[in-house]
């Protein structure tokens, strides 16, 4: 068990399978999915391994910047098309 009460793993591999469900549903390609689980991932680490549901708005705003400070991940600017 983990501090806040839930066990480890099981719930950990039941969010990334409802990210995966969510993607089918969504019809996403299959190269989405392989640049999404290691984000997904990331963000998950960088969070201490707390539950998505108990992140907020703050909590994003924070990892995005750190993904920018550091200059890892980011293959373009945010708000810019990596396109042509």
């Known amino acids: 068990?983990?501090?806040s009460g839930r066990p480890t793993g099981s719930?950990?591999?039941r969010f990334l399978g409802l990210v995966a469900h969510t993607r089918r549903v969504k019809?996403?390609?299959s190269r989405?999915?392989?640049s999404h689980d290691p984000w997904v991932e990331r963000f998950i680490l960088f969070?201490?391994?707390r539950h998505p549901s108990e992140i907020g708005p703050t909590e994003v705003w924070a990892?995005?910047?750190s993904r920018v400070v550091h200059r890892r991940g980011f293959p373009?600017?945010?708000g810019h098309s990596s396109r042509g």
């Open 1 to 3: 068990m983990v501090p």
């Open 11 to 13: 719930n950990e591999a």
């Open 27 to 29: 019809r996403l390609a």
């Open 32 to 34: 989405s999915e392989q």
């Open 47 to 49: 969070h201490n391994k």
């Open 63 to 65: 990892f995005l910047t």
């Open 76 to 78: 373009f600017r945010l």
